[in-house]
């Protein structure tokens, strides 16, 4: 039940496009209106994902101006709407990406536990008009969050606030297609890219058991960092010209995290074995792929798809997991206040590999 009024709601706000560039300003907002569904939570971190670039420059269409991006959030539920039973005021709770879905019993997605594609209800953590005039959804750039109760994870005792933040989108991003793809003992797995996504896929495919795994990317310079990850070989594209021959039909499963659609992606898909599977989940900016030939994907037998984030009951799964495992991954705390350089430090690359902010201001409201 609600033990406290409506806070003060404020956070960095993006109000166009060059607010990508460091010219978010922080100010007052009015929140999602209060139902006896919904969790407010104090934010102590939130991780910087690269959706909250894209959607600060409407690189993924036109961004619902003023926006406060961030969907990796972690803090302490300070008021529980009286319909929600599993977390009670004084938790340690985080939000992901989604903020809502339907529900609805003949949801096909919501119904077999999929809501993660929910076509009729869906609701992202920022950015989102909610129906009947509800409000607006916004994130955790911020000392304040709203969203309802089924996307309101607790986070697991001996996982750190820093660590458990990134995991709740970037985490699950590419836990969940490592789960949903076999990734497990007697497997061999590629990770394309090794970000702030990648870097995460490494990190989890070492803890489904995987016998192997392969960081990919560019640049030799890469190399210790990965392996120091966990993870057993690394491929540099750029250094090393005979690579897709080299390393033909090695891998069961890739999961791709580059952006970007100038990508080598048939020698990606040479390196499966035969019935290999390639699955994307980076987004870039007008969501364009190099082509495909299709001879490549009969001759060799081989499927490609791709995966958003995960379901309520999959990021519970991983957090659980990376508690368990005791999973590490590579976070630099960044302070709240200086969001607009952190933002522009992590759109030139140099996150190593994950930024998550945190606020000074919490516990001090």
Not at 165 to 193: D, E, I, R
Not at 259 to 274: A, D, R, V, W
Not at 334 to 349: E, S, T, Y
Request: with cysteine; charged share 20%.
């Amino acid at each position: 039940m609600a033990v406290q009024a409506s806070p003060k709601f404020q956070g960095w706000l993006g109000k166009t496009p060059d607010s990508v560039q460091g010219n978010m300003e922080w100010g007052e907002y009015e929140p999602k209106k209060w139902t006896e569904d919904d969790v407010d939570i104090e934010i102590s971190h939130c991780g910087i994902c690269g959706s909250d670039l894209h959607t600060l420059r409407s690189g993924w269409g036109e961004t619902l101006y003023p926006c406060v991006v961030g969907h990796e959030i972690v803090g302490k539920a300070i008021r529980v709407g009286q319909n929600v039973k599993h977390i009670k005021v004084g938790d340690r709770v985080g939000v992901g990406a989604q903020a809502r879905s339907c529900l609805q019993s003949d949801c096909p997605d919501c119904s077999n536990s999929l809501e993660a594609y929910c076509k009729i209800g869906s609701i992202n953590t920022y950015g989102a008009a909610y129906p009947d005039d509800e409000g607006k959804s916004y994130g955790g750039y911020a000392d304040y969050n709203r969203t309802n109760g089924n996307f309101v994870f607790r986070i697991p005792e001996g996982l750190d606030s820093a660590d458990a933040a990134p995991m709740l989108c970037g985490g699950v991003t590419v836990y969940s297609p490592l789960k949903q793809n076999g990734c497990g003992p007697g497997k061999a797995v590629g990770v394309v890219g090794v970000g702030g996504l990648g870097h995460f896929a490494v990190l989890f495919a070492k803890a489904l058991g995987a016998d192997k795994v392969v960081g990919i990317s560019r640049k030799a310079d890469k190399k210790d960092p990965v392996l120091k990850l966990g993870a057993d070989e690394y491929i540099a594209t750029d250094d090393d010209k005979q690579w897709a021959a080299k390393n033909a039909r090695s891998l069961d499963l890739i999961i791709c995290t580059v952006s970007s659609g100038n990508m080598p992606l048939e020698g990606y898909l040479s390196l499966l074995k035969t019935r290999g599977t390639f699955i994307q989940v980076g987004a870039p900016d007008g969501g364009n792929l190099p082509a495909i030939n299709a001879f490549i994907l009969i001759g060799n037998g081989i499927k490609v798809g791709g995966s958003l984030i995960g379901p309520p009951w999959e990021i519970n799964e991983m957090l659980q997991l990376a508690a368990d495992k005791k999973i590490k991954p590579w976070v630099q705390e960044r302070p709240l206040k200086d969001a607009n350089q952190a933002v522009v430090d992590m759109d030139n690359g140099k996150a190593r590999y994950r930024y998550v902010l945190v606020n000074d201001n919490f516990g001090k409201h």
